[in-house]
Nanobody, 123 residues
Framework: QLRLAASGGGSVQTGGSLRLSCQVS????????VGWFRQAPGPGREGISC???????NYADSVKGRFTISRDNAKNIVFLQMLDLKPEDTGAYYC?????????????????WGQGTQVFVSP
């Protein structure tokens, strides 16, 4: 059974950094794309970053130059390194999983989701 577990969230001040992890179990991660999404209070999730099985990366404009996504297929884990955090980065962060080529920042593209990890950035 496929499971995704996100971790690494916390509370930091503006300008701080965090590294989120998405641990995958129950499948061969190397064949899948993984995306990170953020949900602030209110409806809908914002696509933050994604990485394809061939290591193509994509970022939302709001995080380009500050966030870096990477994957370690041998350990079945995907990281989201977040630098220079801002209060608007606050929210619950989710990782999502989809078999296939490429990756997407649209939540509708993904079939499997992990639980969220909370990030709070104080002014």
């Amino acid at each position: 059974q496929l499971r995704l577990a996100a971790s690494g969230g916390g509370s930091v001040q503006t300008g701080g950094s965090l590294r989120l992890s998405c641990q995958v179990s129950g499948s061969v991660m190397s064949l899948y794309a993984v995306g990170w999404f953020r949900q602030a209070p209110g409806p809908g999730r914002e696509g933050i970053s994604c990485i394809s099985h061939s290591n193509e990366r994509n970022y939302a404009d709001s995080v380009k130059g500050r966030f870096t996504i990477s994957r370690d297929n041998a350990k079945n884990i995907v990281f989201l390194q977040m630098l220079d955090l801002k209060p608007e980065d606050t929210g619950a962060y989710y990782c999502a999983f989809q078999y296939g080529s490429g990756c997407s920042l649209s939540e509708r593209w993904y079939s499997d989701w992990g639980q969220g990890t909370q990030v709070f950035v104080s002014p």
